[in-house]
């Protein structure tokens, strides 16, 4: 089992700033690409940024420019860092992680883990 854990999340004024966490935990062999994603009421999951496990990075548009992904693989986190935040940013956002764990004491096996979602409130 692989377990992601965030913090960070909070309530900031427009124009601020928050770092958001996940640290990845359990059996795990790799760690493919990280992610963060967001849910706003009433609204569907969307993805806000990936990392591969070499440092490539991808946006959605509405973000680019303002948030910053990065990785620290050897403490297995993920970091979002939003700048300029806007009351749009509202919403829940959840970490997600895919790799490989040991799954016995001869196996591999693909893992898809999900953090709790942090709230991340923005005010205007």
């Known amino acids: 089992q692989v377990h992601l854990v965030e913090s960070g999340g909070g309530l900031v004024q427009a124009g601020g700033s928050l770092r958001l966490s996940c640290a990845a935990s359990?059996?795990?062999?790799?760690?493919?690409?990280m992610g963060w994603y967001r849910q706003a009421p009433g609204k569907q999951r969307e993805l806000v940024a990936v990392?591969?496990?070499?440092?490539?990075?991808n946006y959605t548009d509405s973000v680019k420019g303002r948030f910053t992904i990065s990785r620290d693989n050897v403490k297995r986190t993920v970091y979002l860092q939003m700048n300029s935040l806007k009351p749009r940013d509202t919403a829940v956002y959840y970490c997600?992680?895919?790799?490989?764990?040991?799954?016995?004491?001869?196996?591999?096996?693909?893992?898809?883990?999900w953090g709790q979602g942090t709230q991340v409130t923005v005010s205007s």
């Open positions: 997600r992680a895919e790799g490989t764990y040991h799954s016995g004491s001869y196996y591999l096996a693909d893992f898809t883990s």
């Open positions: 990392i591969s496990s070499g440092g490539s990075s």
């Open positions: 359990g059996s795990i062999f790799s760690i493919n690409d």
